[in-house]
């Protein structure tokens, strides 16, 4: 069955960092590929980073040069870590899980973890 839990998020100063982490289950981990997504406050949710299907990451203007996606198979688990955090960056991050193929939206989400700059 589909699973996805999230970790990590907390409670950090600006410029702090943070490590997420996204715990998938065998199913998911090999029939989706694992997106990191997040939700501020009265704003629409936003995609963060993911790999391409060119095995490339791929990240939103707002988090390059600070954020970066990893993943471990053997894990079966996606990491994003976060330096120079910024309040903006103040948001319910998600995993989502996603055909591989560019294009297609999520099909399913985890519970999410907060992250709060401040």
């Known amino acids: 069955h589909v699973q996805l839990v999230e970790s990590g998020g907390g409670s950090v100063q600006p410029g702090g960092s943070l490590r997420l982490s996204c715990a998938a289950s065998?199913?998911?981990?090999?029939?989706?590929?694992l997106e990191w997504f997040r939700q501020a406050p009265g704003k629409e949710r936003e995609g963060v980073a993911r790999?391409?299907?060119?095995?490339?990451?791929s990240y939103a203007d707002s988090v390059k040069g600070r954020f970066t996606i990893s993943k471990d198979n053997s894990k079966m688990s996606l990491y994003q870590q976060m330096n120079s955090l910024k309040p903006e960056d103040t948001a319910m991050y998600y995993c989502?899980?996603?055909?591989?193929?560019?294009?297609?939206?999520?099909?399913?989400w985890g519970q999410g973890t907060q992250v709060t700059v401040s």
């Open positions: 989502a899980a996603a055909p591989c193929s560019d294009g297609y939206p999520p099909l399913y």
């Open positions: 065998a199913y998911t981990y090999s029939r989706y590929c």
């Open positions: 790999f391409k299907s060119n095995r490339w990451p």
